[in-house]
């Protein structure tokens, strides 16, 4: 098959994107032609490397993928206004650049956030004559509601009358959670073309070392609890610092954030203003080093807003947190993540807001009265009997070649 990618976000830029890179290269491997339709990276900080800058059209190949990098205004996360230009931007010149893509396709494949990719896709679709794929990873405008990014208005409303029409003209819907799925259900008029394809985990991260971490940040004789991913509005962080001050006694209990995001400077603060020093936070890695860090940790933290789209929200961390065979703290009360890792071994789990519960899961990981080792060895070997990224590719393919 022949497959045009449409997606704003992709390597180098960093978080959930390298997930489509990551599909696009296995399905090259299986023999498929695969081209992208990307934007200048510059996500998440604005800054565009030098070798794509002033440069409206760019062309490359990754690992045997086609990139095609059309310039957008750059914008950071912290600046929405400007960021809502770029996704229109985006649309407009990727378009323009659309007739320098030579050749025919059988199918197009328009990743969604931002809500403008779906509208790129399908107009892309119709341009090439081909079968038009939509892939959801995210439900908008509803998740940016519910985390009360966007009020709900008229303006809500008309978008969501937007992303109903693009459900119509979707030959396939694809959702990366059950939970997306589920709700696509209940308001795609034909639910028979929706289809689960969950993110999955590769190999580096089954099979990785610690390589050193502890030793290169003097962490050898730390209890480290570990944050790896971007610091978003969606994530109740601030119940980790919560629990690093109420943990403060314990001078060889260590949290380590790696990441950067729109909070993080609002966690900084936290920990200035509480003189806090079993906190760390280390920044953007390289991406090949997240491996690593996740098994230098004793214990993985995830923490999201307790609001009705986190129910059915699955984080592709979570596999690569699973993977580790590490064990993993959870804040969410219940939902589908919840559901998953009681399904692999058992949750520790607790609400978002539960500064004691938190702090209490810690101690009994590091006192020995949970056994983590061996509930992160069931992690390990769920995500690697159900969860593999080829397993999920495979899966994949056998739908779009059945949409082709």
């Given amino acids: 098959m022949k497959i045009l990618i449409v997606t704003q976000h992709f390597p180098p830029e960093r978080g959930a994107v390298r997930l489509i890179f990551e599909f696009a290269r296995l399905f090259v491997k299986q023999g498929h032609d695969v081209s992208v339709m990307t934007a200048t990276p510059n996500y998440p900080d604005g800054i565009v490397p030098p070798e794509y800058k002033g440069k409206f059209f760019n062309f490359e190949v990754i690992d045997g993928v086609k990139v095609y990098r059309s310039w957008v205004l750059p914008a950071s996360n912290s600046q929405p206004k400007k ?26 494949i328009a990743s969604s956030p931002p809500i403008t990719t779906p509208l790129t896709g399908w ?14 990873r995210d439900l908008q ?11 709900r208005s008229f303006f809500t ?10 459900y119509k003209k979707a030959d396939r819907i694809i ?10 259900h209940k308001t795609v008029e034909n639910p028979e073309k929706i289809h689960t394809i969950k993110s999955g985990v590769s190999s580096e991260f089954i099979n990785s070392g610690s390589n050193g971490i502890r030793k290169k940040f003097g962490w050898e004789e ?8 971007t610091f978003g509005w969606a994530h109740s962080f601030e119940t980790f610092i919560e629990a690093a001050r109420q943990l403060n006694d314990q001078p060889d209990i260590l949290f380590a954030f790696v990441g950067e995001g729109q909070k993080k400077q609002v966690l900084e603060g936290m920990v200035r203003d509480y003189n806090l020093k079993n906190v760390e936070f280390v920044g953007i890695q390289p991406l090949e080093s997240i491996p690593y860090f996740l098994q230098a940790g004793d214990v993985l933290v995830e923490c999201l807003k307790d609001v009705p789209i986190t129910k059915g929200s699955l984080p592709s961390k979570l596999f690569e947190y699973m993977a580790s065979g590490k064990p993993i703290l959870y804040g969410s009360s219940d939902g589908e993540a919840v559901d998953e890792l009681e399904k692999a071994g058992g949750a520790l789990s607790f609400h978002s807001e539960d500064i004691n519960r938190l702090s209490e899961l810690i101690l009994e990981l590091k006192n020995g009265t949970i056994d983590g080792n061996q509930l992160g060895e069931k992690y390990s070997n769920h995500v690697k009997k159900n969860h593999s990224r080829e397993m999920w590719a495979d899966k994949y393919l056998t739908i779009l070649e059945k949409t082709a």
């Fill in 222 to 229: 730390k209890y480290l609890v570990i944050y790896s991913g």
């Fill in 175 to 184: 959702g990366v959670t059950q939970g997306i799925s589920d709700f696509l």
């Fill in 141 to 151: 405008p509803e998740s940016s509601e519910d985390f009360g990014n966007l009020k």
């Fill in 123 to 136: 107009l892309l679709s119709k341009l090439k004559k081909c079968t038009f794929v939509l892939e959801i």
């Fill in 157 to 166: 409303r008309m978008l969501k009358k937007y992303m109903s029409y693009m």
């Fill in 83 to 108: 960021r809502m230009i770029g996704f229109i931007t985006f649309l407009c010149t990727t378009l323009i650049n659309s007739f320098k893509v030579k050749g025919d396709f059988d199918m197009v």
